[in-house]
């Protein structure tokens, strides 16, 4: 017993999201694949390097697709367990009744969507050394000035267990809105750990396609080769890929098992194609995530697209910034939603054109 109150747990937060967009009617958001891998992954990953023995998964009406989707993937702790609240409960509800079936003292919080860099023994460090019941890891915003150098938080914190005193047993409760206010007014300690950097954290479908070029990018910096891949230049291919001497392979790229580019194909990184895909003959794919048995006809082009299990673009289509899905979204209305243009095309499969509103920045 004594042991285990002195190890941390993990609790990843991977419940409900809003699905308002075709896109985020694709998959729950956590399960959204990320270099073929769901996100919801890499913050157990993180923890299981750190040496954290164990996490528990919240994923609430999705905890039955998450438990699959994680199935055989490695790198996880030795211990992942799940747990299903049959009610909202808010991230900080979800944390006290996750962290309540664990006889562990500390508990590391990630958001499930959020893919964690920093350096977890640093952030466990600034949490004992300041005695504080609550951390937050945050992070300076690139154009921040000395007279407005305000902090965000990157989806990590640190729980001391005499938390959960403060937070109710029933209802929703969330972290940032009520249980922190709560913990001031309470004049409990809460501090912040200063870490370099945001963690890359999807929102919707730009940022999904950010996240993606940033670990496909990473991927192809730190040089590591994935078990079953081999390297070609900046590109990594599964051993059952069948690549045409004739492609054009071109930046950083991950290709997938039983992926197919035939002849005059050309890929521009970053990219990644997900199993048993097949780019025809003389298309070009362009900084876009390809996920699994799509077709992309000949002489086809799609760039900064996402395109969804057995999509299909059709021979000389051409697709910017776009999400492809094989099937139609229900409906054909016009949203508008943190500095996206959705439009619902009624024609064959779905083409959701993705267009940056005026005064934002493309990845």
Request: hydrophobic fraction near 40%; charged fraction near 20%; include cysteine.
């Amino acid at each position: 017993m004594a042991a285990a109150l002195l190890k941390p747990w993990g609790v990843v937060l991977a419940g409900a999201y809003p699905r308002r967009s075709a896109f985020d009617r694709l998959v729950p958001r956590p399960l959204l694949p990320v270099v073929h891998t769901p996100i919801v992954a890499y913050p157990l990953r993180w923890l299981a390097e750190a040496g954290v023995p164990g996490a528990t998964v919240c994923a609430n009406s999705t905890t039955r697709t998450a438990r699959s989707a994680l199935h055989g993937t490695s790198g996880l702790p030795a211990q992942v367990e799940f747990h299903e609240d049959w009610m909202p409960r808010g991230a900080a509800g979800c944390v006290r009744d996750a962290g309540l079936q664990r006889d562990a003292r500390t508990f590391i919080v990630v958001d499930g969507t959020t893919i964690p860099c920093g350096d977890l023994r640093a952030l466990l460090e600034t949490h004992t050394r300041s005695e504080a019941a609550l951390t937050v890891c945050a992070h300076s915003e690139p154009r921040a000035t000395a007279s407005n150098a305000a902090l965000r938080p990157n989806g990590v914190y640190v729980f001391d267990r005499r938390i959960f005193d403060y937070i109710a047993p029933h209802g929703f409760q969330d972290i940032k809105e009520a249980l922190i206010p709560r913990l001031h007014a309470a004049g409990v300690r809460i501090a912040v750990h200063e870490c370099q950097g945001a963690c890359p954290r999807i929102y919707d479908a730009w940022s999904y396609l950010s996240v993606n070029r940033w670990a496909i990018s990473r991927l192809s910096v730190n040089g590591f080769v994935p078990q079953g891949y081999t390297r070609r230049d900046e590109a990594l291919v599964h051993a059952s890929a069948c690549i045409s001497p004739q492609a054009r392979l071109i930046g950083p790229l991950v290709l997938g098992h039983g992926v197919t580019v035939e002849a005059n194909a050309t890929l521009v990184g970053p990219t990644a194609i997900g199993c048993g895909s097949r780019v025809e003959r003389g298309a070009v794919v362009s900084r876009s995530v390809v996920w699994s048995n799509c077709r992309l006809g000949r002489d086809s082009l799609v760039d900064r697209c996402v395109l969804s299990d057995d999509a299909l673009v059709p021979p000389h289509a051409s697709f910017y910034g776009a999400l492809k899905t094989a099937i139609r979204p229900e409906g054909g209305l016009w949203v508008k939603s943190r500095g996206w243009v959705e439009s619902m095309l009624p024609i064959r499969g779905a083409e959701v054109a993705l267009r940056r509103s005026p005064g934002t920045t493309s990845p």
